[in-house]
């Protein structure tokens, strides 16, 4: 099958908080969809269904889930929402199993994770913006805790225009809205994309340092400049690569944020808390090699960076 329809086989790959949201939403709304996840959440799902606690409704939806990385073979669609750090040898393990039409959509936080897929296989791979807060709050059971939507697009300036491509984009678009997840294409996906990068720059570490939710970390006022101070930094590397973000425009992202995600935790912290490596080479450390690279200096960024991967070293022990 070599073109999106509403018949297809859609496999969520890593589906932890992110993953279960968006394809337990497909699922409830009739799609076609396969989990896979954790022994212990897929047994939970495969005995009574994902449970959603979701804002605006709450029930057990009836979805597929497997451990096996064999049902990729099915898919003409993955959702890809594996951490950062796992991605390559994630896409490595399944190219035995993954046709050559198959669909890659990355739900990933990070800016580069296309190009270190697109690095292992020739597969089409788009880029998804996520806007959704949620946490996992047992064996099988979601928490939705604000938004819920998707922007994806072209990463490759070179195919923007390209026919084929943007009728795939509208095409994957348009599945997921029928699908209860509302996803618009983007005309700049690198700048949406470094925009939310940005918010995980900011906003991901000091959660993870205090273990503080966003509503709860911006209460304090020396936060509040840490926060303008990482923002800046992201900044300055974003327009060094060409992408068209201003300091105006992220300091209203980042204000944006504690007001629409008061309660999240965000994912760094949720890692932290179960002793899990985090994805903070992929944010924080991502800016601070970039610096160094450019010669533009990211102390702010570096501190967090540090104070992280010094927390991850004590849960280890």
Sequence with gaps: MSSLTE??????????????????????????????ARPDHVDAINQQGLYMDCQSFQEYVAVSASAELSVIAQADLILLCVKSPDTTKT???????LQKHTTILSLQNGVDNCERIRAVVTNPVFPAVVYVATIMAGPGRLKHLGRGELAIGQWEPSKQSDSAVVDKLAALASLLSAGGVPCKVSSDIRKDQWSKFLVNCSYNAISAIGQLTYGTMVQTEAVRVLINQLGAEVVSIAQHQGIALTLQEAQEVNDMIPKTMPGQLSSTAQDLARHKPSEIEFLNGLIVRKGQEYGIATPANQSVYALVKMLEQVSKQ
């Design 91 to 97: 896409i490595e393990a399944i190219r035995p199993f």
């Design 7 to 36: 018949s297809q086989n859609i496999v969520v790959l890593g589906a932890g908080a992110v993953g279960c949201y968006f394809g337990g939403m497909l699922a409830r709304a009739g799609q076609k969809v396969t989990l896979v």
